[in-house]
């Protein structure tokens, strides 16, 4: 079977411009081991964005693969409208127990989307079932730049102009705050005072927006700023969950505790596509009441908790512990911190981003029309990585569980191909 052509005359790829796809040999990965990928021509490359940013413990790894089949012996699926299953209710507990305190009901969806939808939703009625003056909180802060997902809900309180403003008469208005400016949100909320619903942030890394960080306890300034105001804090943690910043979530840096939590990506250790978004008994209650009072929330998914999903989760956890794996982190990223020095010192490179495991390396300016993160991208593969830019970012955030080695390899091909991508551009334009 003509693999290429097929793909060429019948996918349509995410996030993708099909009339450049076209014009190039696409990629076909048809396996994967521990931190490689590896082609249907037998190349390897090293997985340098963990799958788009949700491969935690590598591929194929023994003790999720095996969790993964265990479950298919029972059953595949079953659904979680009106009946319950052992994965779906194991994996809520071992959430809970790990996320911050009092976050203590679980709702599942299948993607980040999905979790962020839900908490918008959550908050939303939460606040009409309160009734009275509460009623009046239907408004919606987020950051500018803000990314949440591609649903119509998560796309109102995203901020990126190139993927949502085509949006726009679409979307819910929201009030957008500036990023790391707690004085800016301050004034929002001071503003809109009683008719904000919540305030919805991506915890230290806005992630899509180019891997910007926040300045350190703004997230504490903006959890105090909620709790004067009185709205609820959403964190999506899609991106920096399960480890990426360090910690098992971003918010324990800061010793927050978010009224919402949703969490996708990284929850099955990269394997399936599952969501939660958790949240508190003060709000779980406030749905309370009998049927004919319709208080309940009308919303799931035909998949939510699916219980494949849930047992590679549970067993990601499993790894976690008995793999130390965010102990082991702690030396990787000291590592990798090194590793970007000579990076940031490239004439090229105008700005290297890290926290933890989530690293942003933004070029100069080049014309979009070279797509020059894109030209990077290619010179990667050719040395035996796997990269995709965000634009002119070129993104590198690996498994959590890449030797010391591989993440050496990985820093110094990315570093090669920035070089070998820019140099015919950079030289001509310095002369200009
Ligand atoms: C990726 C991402 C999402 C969307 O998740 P999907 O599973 O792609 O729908 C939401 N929020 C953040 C912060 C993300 O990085």
Redesign the pocket.
């Known amino acids: 079977m003509d693999l290429i052509s097929f793909d060429h005359s019948h996918l349509w790829h995410p996030f993708t411009q099909q009339q450049g796809w076209v014009e190039e040999e696409p990629l076909v990965i048809e396996r994967a081991e521990g931190t490689d990928l590896i082609d249907v021509r037998g190349r390897r490359f090293i997985d340098g964005v963990s799958s788009?940013?949700c491969n935690v413990h590598g591929h194929r790894h023994p003790r999720i693969d095996a969790a993964v089949r265990e479950q298919l012996e029972r059953m595949a699926h079953s659904t979680l409208l009106g009946l319950s299953h052992p994965p779906a209710i194991e994996l809520a507990r071992r959430l809970v127990e790990i996320a911050p305190p009092g976050l203590t009901r679980v709702f599942y969806s299948d993607?980040?989307?999905?979790?962020?939808e839900i908490a918008l939703k959550m908050a939303f009625q939460y606040w009409q079932q309160q009734g009275g003056e509460a009623a009046r909180r239907v408004k919606f802060v987020s950051l500018k730049d803000a990314?949440?997902?591609?649903?119509i809900g998560?796309v109102s309180v995203g901020g990126i102009d190139l993927f949502h403003s085509m949006y726009r008469p679409l979307l819910f208005d929201t009030l957008k705050a500036e990023p790391g400016d707690a004085g800016d949100m301050e004034r929002l909320l001071a503003e809109n005072e009683g008719e904000v619903a919540a305030v919805i942030v991506?915890p230290l890394v806005q992630?899509?927006a180019g891997m910007l960080v926040q300045p350190p306890g703004y997230l504490r300034e903006v959890r105090d700023l909620c709790d004067r105001y009185g709205a609820l804090l959403v964190c999506?943690?899609?991106?920096?969950g399960f480890g990426r910043t360090g910690r098992m979530f971003a918010c324990e840096h800061e010793g927050v505790s978010p009224d919402f939590l949703?969490v996708?990506?990284g929850i099955t250790g990269g394997y399936l596509?599952l969501?939660a978004t958790l949240t508190t008994e003060r709000v779980y209650e406030g749905f309370l009441g009998h049927h004919h009072e319709f208080r309940t929330f009308f919303h799931g998914h035909t998949y939510t908790g699916n219980p494949l999903a849930c047992a590679a989760a549970i067993a990601s956890l499993d790894v976690f512990e008995e793999e130390r794996t965010l102990e082991r982190l702690q030396d990787k990223i000291a590592l990798l911190e090194r590793l970007l020095e000579p990076v940031a010192a490239l004439p090229v490179v105008s700005e290297v981003r890290q926290r933890g495991f989530m690293v942003g390396i933004e070029l100069t300016e080049f014309p979009v029309e070279l797509r020059m993160g894109h030209r990077v991208t290619l010179e990667a593969r050719r040395r035996g990585a796997v990269v995709r830019p965000l634009g002119d970012v070129v993104v590198l955030m690996p498994p959590l569980a890449i030797e010391q080695s591989a993440l050496e390899r990985l820093v110094g091909i990315v570093s090669d191909s920035i070089v070998a991508a820019t140099e015919p551009f950079a030289s001509g334009r310095e002369a200009a």
Request: with cysteine.
């Open positions: 788009l940013w993607s980040g989307s999905t979790a962020a990314y949440h997902g591609d649903t998560s991506e992630g899509a999506d943690e899609v991106a920096v949703c996708a990506k596509p969501a």
